[in-house]
């Protein structure tokens, strides 16, 4: 199993930025997928998730701002992350996992820093 996501850098504030995570090696239809991040001398914190039936939740910190989609033909979630905040500056990490279930699956993360 991988979980790889790419799209992090360096953006000013107000900026965008769209973040991928790709799985593979998984039956990624079945998987809830989340995005995550951490901040520096900051737990680890749900950002947004998307559900295998297609529901999305947002964590209140983002909603209006960050969007989460995902296609299940190319195993990828996105997260379209607009009007960017420096305390957005954290590691971004995908998760996959069927709810109740041992299958539970991080990627390497991506750095996003947020200039003022």
């Known amino acids: 199993v991988q979980v790889v996501e790419s799209g992090g850098g360096l953006v000013q504030a107000g900026g965008s930025l769209r973040l991928s995570c790709v799985a593979s090696?998984?039956?990624?239809?079945?998987?809830?997928m989340g995005w995550y991040r951490q901040g520096p001398g900051k737990q680890r914190e749900l950002v947004a998730g998307?559900?295998?039936?297609?529901?999305?939740r947002y964590a209140d910190f983002v909603k209006g701002r960050f969007t989460i989609s995902r296609d299940n033909a190319k195993n990828t979630v996105w997260l379209q992350m607009n009007s960017l905040k420096p305390e957005d500056t954290a590691v971004y990490y995908c998760?996959?996992?069927?709810?109740?279930?041992?299958?539970?699956?991080w990627g390497q993360g991506t750095q996003v820093t947020v200039s003022s």
């Open positions: 090696g998984i039956t990624f239809r079945l998987y809830d």
């Open positions: 998760n996959a996992v069927i709810a109740g279930s041992i299958n539970n699956y």
């Open positions: 998307i559900s295998s039936g297609g529901s999305s």
